[in-house]
């Protein structure tokens, strides 16, 4: 069992809260998590590298010289790729490098990755993060009285707030995710992770009805 401090917009402590990180993952199975990562970061190459061969370089197709009695080796095409200007080889091509997982798996990957950050106490609790309108400097304020400032921070909400979405976007290494949206990935890349009481509530209400329905 984990006891997490819940924080007020001040950096005040204003109450506790516990959870059992095997409660959203028996145990962590750094290979999965391994594979869950490797696939969002494949799935984000564009795959649009591509290179021209012999029959796509713009050139003529007669033969350069007369086989025999020059005295040189024999060619037949300005555009092979031994030459300046031919085409490659082995020409790139585009390609898809996307993948999926099993959805079990990726399920079990982003509750693993949160479980481990809980345990390893990386996880800020704060009791409710709203703006009635974008308030970028607020906002500012609040992580630096919660002491996560000047680090990589990902921020989970329970819900899509525009105004916090707004207050938050033009921080520097702070983005901003409601849980429902959550991964592995943008769970272990940042080096902290701020939540708000009701974003880990929601959490757990996702974990319990992903375990009811399997």
């Not at 059992?20 to 795959?47: C, F, S, W």
């Not at 061969?53 to 031994?82: D, H, L, N």
């Not at 990957?109 to 703006?131: C, G, K, P």
């Amino acid at each position: 069992m984990v006891t997490l401090p819940i924080h007020d917009r001040t950096g005040a402590e204003v109450g506790t809260y516990e959870i059992d990180p095997a409660e959203l993952a028996p145990r962590i199975n750094k290979q999965l998590l391994h594979d869950a990562v490797v696939m969002y970061q494949t799935n984000v190459r564009q795959g649009s590298a591509k290179t021209k061969s012999r029959g796509e370089v713009v050139g003529t197709t007669k033969k350069m010289y007369r086989q025999k009695g020059t005295g040189r080796a024999r060619a037949g095409s300005r555009r092979s790729p031994i030459r300046r200007g031919g085409g490659h080889t082995f020409a790139k091509l585009p390609k898809d490098w996307s993948y999926r997982m099993p959805r079990k798996a990726v399920r079990l990957a982003t509750r693993m990755a949160l479980a481990s950050r809980i345990a390893d106490e990386e996880v800020t609790l704060v009791d409710e993060l709203s703006f009635e309108e974008p308030r970028t400097g607020e906002m500012a304020e609040i992580l630096r009285a919660l002491n996560v400032d000047g680090t990589r921070l990902l921020v989970a909400v329970a819900d899509y707030d525009v105004n916090v979405y707004k207050s938050i976007r033009n921080l520097a290494d702070v983005s901003v995710l409601p849980v429902s949206e959550l991964n592995a990935l943008d769970v272990l890349s940042p080096r902290r992770l701020l939540m708000t009481k009701a974003a880990l509530d929601a959490f757990r209400q996702k974990v319990a009805a992903e375990k009811q329905s399997t």
